[in-house]
């Protein structure tokens, strides 16, 4: 059987398009996913485990299964028989543990026959070819959903010497933390829970929100005016909720703010830093853009797609408009869908794209 | 959920269908009626929703429904329809459970796309949403054209006036009593003076009374035997005997429960009482009564809340003979002491007697001297009774 659609890349991202594809009816022996891990959480793993994220930020849906329900506090409340999880979610309270999240995550991949589809191969050209998409030049394929994820760690110049927060590492006695987001507040916990005195270096006060975006962005009702907007505006838009942010609570404020009572916590700005300190801990996010990811920059200048600043224009279904018509569909999933859905480099923007390439390759069935 | 205006319709239009199945099973009108009136009050409250809240929590669902349980309630006593008030509040509690796992579970689990649409449920829900207005549209046209007539009283009918046929009786006075022997007839604003009984309703249920006004009878001034009633907003006054009760429930546990609700009945021998029924007395006066206020009793299963007994002789509220009963969030003003030495009249407030079980709790008592008290092998419990 001839492959109607691929999948390029093997995360998160990824395995929720295959297992949306799946659900939609396409047989695993249509579709290939071309990525670098058989396992796909194996790198997002690894920075949870390097930060000791204990807890999801997202909720009861941020699961990798098609459907949203059941969600994780369902089958958590099913495993356990306490309804607490199922009060909390009612209350936007539930956040999954890490283990859990990893561990639905298995069996859905599992189930899917992701195994059956995944060839271990990094690739590294797509072209558009008549009917379809040439992968490093091998035979069309015309349906592929491009998931390569974020396209590298982001380390300021200023710290040579730093080890990123997603990187392993232990903690030292005095830490510098550079950065105001998720990875860096879970980085002043862990440091002060470690012993450390801690010093927070930021550009700006960190923003408090519950998810990465706001809510209304998740849906129809948003995301119709986000569309809308002209693109200096929409960019504007992307540039604002780029911004770091976690999550506001007492288990966030409390630690801080007991160590700062005690001189162990304080804040300074990049011109501050003191010279004692020991250690520097990058809490800096990823890279941006479609600029640092080799394959999507070739792909827009073999094409000469349309971008604007640092994201490529998408349609609001994810996929490329240049490179997308009756017979054949380009679509971009993860981070580098923010054109079409700003909150694309989490879990529900991996399934808005994926839900999209469904639609379309279903159409051509 | 971030639903959009057309979501939230085409959610609460399909979420309506395990309430509309329901009601159809049941084979009732009001029941079709009421789903209905819910659909209507929720499509027009979504529009302030869908203004007032760009995101809806889960939990929102609660505060809401509460919300439109009152609207709904509200629209019903309007409109008239005639539902029993337990069943109508368990089918409101149907459609609104079955409306939340609907939108959060039904949905969800067959539309991958159903969050991020804002709540708009596709091609399938389209249907079903179709399916549900043609069933309702259906329903209600078929219970317009065989619905009983109603028959306008004008000036003053000469009775007995004996009803064997369902159907309205509005307004009016008809004088010498009104006997109902027909299921589904209602009595609205319907003033009724002297006969034995000034309505007795016999071997019916679904019969309701709704604003009535009865004086002058010699027995009582409404009774139901054997009978399902529903007895709203009524005013029974200056019986024409010192024997005369107020309204009498007898005979009727093999029928629907029976309600009084919001009546004022005064100087009549007893206020309510019921014998071997199931009966929900709420929100009433009773006043100035020569003997008991409420009477629940032989055997009967029933409820006294939110009554007020003003001047009872004897005993405000009795449950008695074997009846189990839920007294509660009553207030007994003036219980006067009975002549007779009995110590069990001696102005009792709430009282049970004889192998009776009553719990009481959140009652107001004042100036009855006898308070609240078990004789004769009964039981007053301050909490609920063992299931």
Redesign the interface.
Same mark, same amino acid.
């Given at each position: 059987m001839s492959r109607r659609c691929a999948v390029v890349g093997s995360g998160l991202a990824a395995l929720a398009a295959y297992t949306?594809l799946r659900?939609?009816g396409v047989a695993a022996e249509e579709i290939v996913v071309l990525g670098t891990h058989e396992d796909p959480t194996a790198v997002w793993r690894e920075r949870a485990a390097a930060i000791r994220q204990q807890k999801m930020r997202s909720e009861s849906?941020g699961h990798l299964a /098609?459907?949203?329900?059941?969600g994780l506090s369902v089958r958590e409340a099913w495993r356990t028989g306490s309804p607490a999880p199922l009060v909390a979610?009612? /209350?936007?309270r539930y956040h999954p543990s890490v283990a859990e999240f990893l561990a639905h995550a298995e069996k859905v991949r599992v189930r899917s026959g992701w195994k059956t589809s995944f060839r271990q191969r990094r690739v590294e050209r797509v072209r558009a070819v008549d009917g379809g998409f040439e992968l490093d030049g091998e035979e069309a394929v015309p349906h592929v959903l491009i998931a390569t994820g974020h396209p590298g760690l982001a380390r300021p110049a200023e710290y040579p010497d730093a080890v990123h927060a997603y990187e392993p590492h232990e903690y030292g006695a005095r830490i510098v933390v550079v950065g105001a987001g998720m990875a860096a507040a879970t980085e002043w916990r862990n440091a002060l829970a470690a012993g450390a005195e801690v010093t927070s270096i930021r550009r700006r006060p960190p923003l408090r929100r519950p998810l990465n975006a706001?809510?209304?962005f998740?849906?129809?009702?948003?995301?119709?005016g986000f569309h809308r907007t002209a693109p200096v505006r929409r960019a504007g838009v992307l540039r604002d909720l780029s911004a770091p942010s976690y999550p506001p609570g007492r288990e966030w404020d409390e630690p801080v703010e007991s160590a700062m009572e005690a001189g162990r916590f304080r804040v300074a700005s990049p011109a501050q830093r003191s010279g004692r300190d020991t250690q520097v801990i990058c809490a800096t996010g990823f890279l941006r853009g479609f600029r640092n990811d080799p394959l999507l920059a070739d792909l827009v200048d073999a094409h000469d797609l349309e971008t604007h600043e640092e994201w490529i224009v998408l349609a609001p279904d994810s996929t490329v408009p240049a490179l997308t018509d009756e017979r054949r569909t380009l679509a971009l999933a993860g981070v580098a869908g923010q054109w079409a859905f700003p909150a694309a480099d989490t879990i529900?923007g991996a399934?808005?794209a994926a839900?999209a390439f469904?639609r379309r390759t279903c159409r051509t069935r | 959920?971030?639903?959009?205006l057309r #979501?939230r319709i085409e959610t609460r239009v399909v979420g309506i269908l395990p309430a509309l199945l329901v009601a159809i099973a049941v084979h009732r009108w009001w029941a079709i009626e009421l789903v209905a009136l819910m659909l209507a009050v929720g499509a027009v409250l979504d529009l302030g929703y869908h203004r007032a809240l $760009?995101?809806q929590?889960?939990?929102f *669902?609660v505060p809401l429904g509460a919300l439109e349980l009152g609207v709904v309630y509200g629209a019903m006593r309007w409109i008239g329809i005639a539902a029993p008030l337990v069943d109508a509040l368990a089918l409101y509690a149907v459609g609104w459970a079955g409306a939340f796992v609907v939108a959060?579970?039904v949905l969800? $689990?067959?539309r991958?796309?159903? *969050?991020? $649409? #804002?709540g708009?449920v596709g091609r399938i829900g389209v249907l079903t949403g179709v399916a549900v207005l043609v069933a309702l549209v259906g329903g209600l046209g078929a219970d317009y054209a065989v619905r009983p007539p109603t028959i306008h009283l004008h000036g003053t009918v000469q009775g007995p006036l004996v009803i064997r046929h369902a159907g309205t009786y509005v307004g009016g006075v008809v004088k010498g009593g009104v006997a109902i022997r027909s299921d589904h007839v209602t009595l609205r604003r319907v003033t009724v003076v002297g006969g034995e009984y000034g309505i007795d309703v016999e071997h019916a249920e679904h019969v309701m009374l709704d604003r009535v006004r009865v004086i002058d009878t010699t027995l009582a001034g409404i009774r139901a035997y054997d009978a399902g009633v529903m007895i709203d907003d009524c005013t029974i006054s200056e019986p024409a005997g010192p024997l005369v009760s107020g309204i009498l429930v007898t005979y009727s546990m093999g029928r629907p429960m029976s309600m009084i609700s919001g009546c004022t009945i005064s100087g009549t021998r007893e206020g309510i009482a019921t014998h071997s029924s199931e009966v929900d007395v709420m929100g009433n006066h009773v006043l100035g009564t020569t003997e008991r206020g409420i009477l629940l009793g032989e055997m009967s299963m029933d409820m006294a809340s939110h009554n007020e007994v003003v001047g009872a002789k004897g005993i405000g509220i009795i449950c008695m003979d074997h009846s189990m009963c839920e007294i509660s969030h009553n207030t007994v003003i003036g219980a006067r002491v009975d002549g007779n030495q009995n110590p069990s009249r001696q102005g009792v407030a709430i009282e049970a007697y004889f192998y009776a079980e009553a719990q009481v709790h959140h009652n107001t008592v004042v100036a009855s001297p006898g308070g609240v008290q078990a004789f004769d092998n009964s039981l007053i419990t301050r909490s609920k009774l063992p299931q």
């Open positions: 949306t659900r939609g849906d /098609a459907a949203s329900f059941p979610s009612l /209350a936007n706001p809510r209304p998740f849906s129809k009702r948003g995301l119709a529900a399934k808005y839900r469904l | 959920m971030s639903y959009t #979501g $760009s995101y929590p889960g939990w *669902a959060n579970a969800p $689990s067959r991958l796309e159903y *969050a991020e $649409s #804002g708009e």
